[in-house]
């Protein structure tokens, strides 16, 4: 739904509610997405139970899922017993267990007292599972079957216990002891003779994760094999959840901006931005701002001692910026397309020569032409249009060398780097431009007033 | 499949090809996922045809679908005309319109002359959308159904039809001159009475997609709505196709690796890194490299214009790498976070003064830890542990101070550029570090000469 006809539900509820026209606001919002349902009622804080309480129950569930944490307190306090008992009802197992590892320990007591012996069994089951496991991600709302049975027994079985479940479209064939044998879609069953047996129709290759493995792997597996399911299985191999396809999306989306975070020096956080504190933010950002000034002090280092020549010929420290940066750009470039790549699998450890030999060609391509731009830049822009004398052909000779090398450098450690990291079991996404830059930073420093030193006869 | 695993089945290939034990090859491939097997199947180049000649018909169009672009043209070369004719006979349509904007046209000719004329008419409209659109991403394979039919008839077309669909699992209820009316999942069907009439079951609240909008917009709403299928409807409202979730996941990896890209300062492309030559990588790359080496004009003009004061002074050069380098770094996390938040929605155009707030109470926070921790680490390494007389307590200071009004103004201009970008209708990650950093740079220069000049009275 649009942000403008969003808008416009929100006048009419809003008028509806002064009216108090509770009927025309449940006609109103009994059909609308869950999503966009979400949105609607962050805009009635004071209001929130009592448009909640007009939502069909398995709708209001639905909604409940896709607020945002406070409201979700807000609500759970407001609510009586026994509408809470129906929400935590309509709700997926997994769902539960996100929003009460979000909760305090007052609400996730009135969420457990308000729900069955049973499925609090598997509440506190699953809250045992490290919180980035297939185990804490998974939701035991799947269908299984035996093997021995016939597709039209299967069939019947979904249609007794499938509106519970959180998928019907991948079916779960294990033996008596829930180890798992295999699987049938529900595309296999429909289109099967209904007196087929489940053994001869099944696939027994199944792709599953153990409950432990992290759930970032298991979402790209889902992903590489275009799975709307996976099970998850414990170390005797028996069936104990499943995760489903809208789950591992949001994974995959969380742990992309989990790397974009880590590769600009900062430290991942889960919660949205507008819903983080300024004091969280600063403690993500400053670690990194702190360490990185530290590494500073080579590039202190390497200008201090150089300090008598830079004194003589001031106009080489007009070009340090530049030449740092641009180190920094080549350098980040390269290693924000090796970490991406690895992330993603398309580049695997063993090929870091041939990664190497390519780096080399296109950073002597970037470096040839960037120094060739900037000695034209510098005798056309700084020479003659800025009329800055000291701006030597001399001069820009050794700033254009300087780059042609310092971009073939940058560029070579931007993309050992990442892989070094993975080598060695760290996260390449740290590997990106700040950190590149800090080394590059250096580097070209130390390049650039070596060269200067060997072409400048008048340098002492 | 692990690395391991693969590498293993590939040494017995190899010493099966040498054997010549096709029967053993067979049976050890049969059952493989199709991911794996073109991982596989790109190891034997000169082996290729003969390989693929050995996998069952469907196993064989699927690995066929995973391959590399390279790899799917030799193998469509090498082909006969009637293999080919069975390869995109098995494949999906969206499948074979991805294959063929990528193939040379002679190949492209080759596949559509042995496809059947009603197929051949669908690539051929959908290869009219534009590259980027929800049209150029469907597929023509779903289920549709007539509103007055019962689930028993219902059930009895899909198993009749089902076959060659791509999901069976949301079929769409249309008006006999295809105007799109609502749709039904496979679950309701399954879990409704056979008797029930479609039109009294089916959810008439769609959410579609129009043909030409953008592929990465559809991609989000799925995700949004949670969505296993959407479809795709012309200017008419009638459906023309579906986009299945496995697309929509793929669309959102490559946004995200786009992102990442052009937040680099790289010109995204979609091919793999590894696929992609040396002067593609150049030319991608080149274009950023050269602005932001010709903006950096302004920082040396800075310089310049205090070049005496510089010479006069030259420990204040020693620090000017590490006062842009934190002024880069915190103003690229700011940026970086809220073109993040930009992409995944969680930050509207309208938050602008909440973040604007946020940023300022964070980059206070910031800066005066980095200023303290700057004239700690000034005076106990440079000046102490080093030994640099040059820097006193008052170059200390300057340094600390010029740090903090950095840090604020590079939060701000941080989180100002890519929110201006996205008004303007500008994309806002190139918005991102290289960019800000640039900016930063010279006001950082500005900022410190400033002060130095304004706080150290023997500079002139």
Chains 1, 2 share one sequence.
Not at 99 to 119: F, W
Not at 220 to 228: A, G, I, N, R
Not at 322 to 328: D, E, H, P
Not at 363 to 386: E, H, P, Q, Y
Request: proline share 4%.
């Amino acid at each position: 739904m649009e942000e403008l006809e969003i808008k416009e539900i929100i006048e009419q509820i809003d008028s509806f509610l002064e009216e108090r026209k509770f009927y025309d606001i449940k006609e109103l919002i009994k059909e609308m997405e869950p999503a966009d349902l979400s949105l609607i009622l962050a805009e009635f804080p004071k209001k929130l139970a009592t448009l909640f309480r007009l939502l069909p129950k398995d709708l209001a569930a639905e909604a409940f899922v896709e607020m945002e944490t406070d409201q979700q307190e807000e609500l759970l306090t407001s609510l009586t017993d026994n509408e809470v008992r129906q929400v935590v009802e309509e709700l997926y197992i997994d769902d539960t267990v996100d929003i009460i590892e979000e909760m305090p320990a007052n609400v996730v007591k009135r969420m457990l007292n308000n729900s069955d012996p049973e499925t609090r069994k598997t509440i506190n089951e699953i809250l045992k599972y490290p919180p980035d496991s297939a185990g804490s991600l998974m939701t035991t709302e799947y269908v299984s079957l035996n093997e021995d049975i016939t597709v039209e027994d299967a069939l019947k079985r979904i249609k007794r216990t499938g509106v519970d479940k959180e998928t019907i479209y991948t079916c779960y064939v294990t033996k008596p002891d829930r180890t798992l044998l295999g699987y049938v879609t529900a595309k296999r069953l429909l289109l099967s003779d209904e007196d087929m047996i489940i053994s001869d129709i099944m696939e027994t290759n199944v792709i599953f994760a153990l409950t432990h493995e992290d759930k970032e792997v298991v979402a790209k597996e889902m992903s590489k094999y275009d799975l709307l399911a996976l099970p998850v299985v414990d170390k005797e191999s028996r069936l104990v959840g499943i995760i489903t396809v809208d789950d591992a999306i949001d994974v995959m989306e969380e742990e992309a901006t989990e790397d974009i975070e880590k590769m600009a020096a900062i430290i991942p956080s889960d919660k949205p931005y507008l819903a983080t504190s300024p004091f969280t933010i600063w403690r993500n950002r400053i670690p990194w701002l702190i360490l990185l000034m530290l590494t500073s002090t080579f590039t202190s280092q390497i200008i201090t001692s150089f300090e008598s020549k830079l004194a003589s010929c001031v106009v080489l420290t007009a070009f340090i910026p530049m030449i740092m940066g641009s180190g920094g750009n080549a350098g980040g470039q390269t290693s924000v397309t090796i970490i991406r790549g690895l992330a993603i699998e398309e580049i695997k450890l063993g090929d870091i020569f041939k990664i190497l030999f390519k780096e080399l060609r296109v950073s002597l391509l970037c470096g040839v032409v960037l120094g060739v731009a900037t000695f034209a830049k510098m005798m056309l822009i700084d020479n003659l249009m800025l009329g800055n004398d000291a701006v030597t052909v001399e001069i820009s000779v050794v700033v254009s060398f300087t780059l042609l090398i310092t971009i073939i450098v940058a560029k070579l450690v931007g993309c050992c780097l990442p892989i070094l990291a993975k080598r060695v079991g760290l996260d390449p996404a740290v590997m990106a431009s700040p950190f590149i830059t800090t080394i590059v930073d250096a580097l070209s420093l130390l390049i650039y007033l070596g060269i200067a030193t060997a072409l400048i006869p008048g340098l002492k």
